[in-house]
């Protein structure tokens, strides 16, 4: 059994979809025709039994079965009348002697059965039942009790009844006749209905076959701008097998491109600092190789750029790793985090880098959810774009209330129409191209409060200046889990 099911398993799915409906029809057909067989085999049962109990009506017919019992070894010849001719009647004792009339059709095999019924010597209890002639023939017999006989030696009384009988050849051969055409109706049933499922099949089958090729031709030639047809008005199972296929190559499609411009525009980014690395390198390797050393104030300026430039990788290389990390490994890290100890972290570190600068602070306690250490970067990113643009001796205000928190600096302000592209990757504003920084940080910061569960957003400030503000989903108190 369980090698057919594994066989089955390994058919086509059209296969086993044709032999799942046709399965299910043959046995519903089946279930159809012998119930149809059993209830037409009742009702012509029923026929032949009200024709048994009709032949009692034969004119003179209790008077014969008493002189037949009466004298069962001489021959009864009076005439029955206009009864049928086919029909058994033959008298039984209690004791199983059987006493047929001259008129009978023949004589029925007398059972146990009878014999019992006629010893209960009810003659409101007659029953039916199947049995055989003489002859082998099939025949429908009803027995009835119908009188007492006395025996005149020993004075002893016994009761006796009437067997009568009628053929069952034209009942079988009309249930025969029957249950051939139901064979055949039946067989007729089940190959269309295995046809039918095959094109049933077929035609539901099609969409997944669309898919199938859809599927194989991004595999065979990763295109990732196929997209298969959907019917926008269907809501079936295909129809949103086929959304989300289409969804996740423009998705992939999506994450392709973005990857191949992250790619790019690094490489871009890479170049600057590389070149100048390797300029000042050969500077020194041939000060070194001709024996001409280089001033001592020149030698000092090449090795603090190559510093700088050592400074600007690592950054960079930073912020791509930060960048491209997945979204599971960030999902991982995340848990309640105290927003205003985060900020008082930050602030720590902006004031160590602008240390002429001056930076006022008003924080409340709020709680996200959120990774501490992308978060943290996020709003050290932030501070360090206020503390980069601020004027020597200026003030950067930073407040944090119910969930908002503002950075605001004196700086120059951002152009408005350089405001649409501050949380690009690699978008450095033209005014801040000599200026330390990998262009990166504003994308990191947009993306870490984007996951948050949050939003961002800078704007010029009135008076000059900019302020970022950052507004995270949370709670003034940690929630009990963290209690």
Known sequence: MSRLVRRFRTLPIRARLSMLVAAAVAFAVAAVSVTCWFIVQGKLYDQVDQDVQKSLSVPRLRDQAESAVN????????????????????VITEDGKACVLPYSAGTVKVAQSDKNVVKKGNTNEGKFRNGTDASGNDVRVLVLPMFTITDPTTNTTSNAGLLVALPLKNTQSTLNDLALILLFVSGIGVVGAGAAGLAVARAGLRPVDKLTEAVEHVARTEDLSIRIPVDEESDDEIARLSHSFNSMTSALANSRELQQQLIADAGHELRTPLTSLRTNIELLTRSEETGRPIPEADRKALLASVKAQMTELAALIGDLQELSRS??????????????????????????????????????????????????????????????????????????????LTVRDHGPGIPADEIPHVFDRFWRSPSARALPGSGLGLSIVARTVQQAGGEVTLARAEGGGTVATVRLPGAPTPPPETV
């Open 327 to 404: 979204e599971g490994q960030r999902g991982e890290r995340v848990q309640v985090v105290a927003l205003e100890d985060t900020v008082e972290s930050a602030l720590r570190r902006a004031r160590l880098r602008g240390p002429e600068l001056t930076i006022t602070a008003s924080t409340e306690p709020w709680y996200v959810r959120a990774e501490p250490s992308a978060l943290e970067r996020a709003v050290v990113n932030i501070l360090d774009n206020a503390v980069k643009f601020s004027p020597e001796g200026g003030t950067i205000e930073v407040q944090l209330t119910a969930g908002t």
């Open 71 to 90: 004298n069962c070894t001489q021959e009864v010849s009076q005439d029955l009348g206009n009864g049928p001719r086919n029909t058994y009647f033959q």
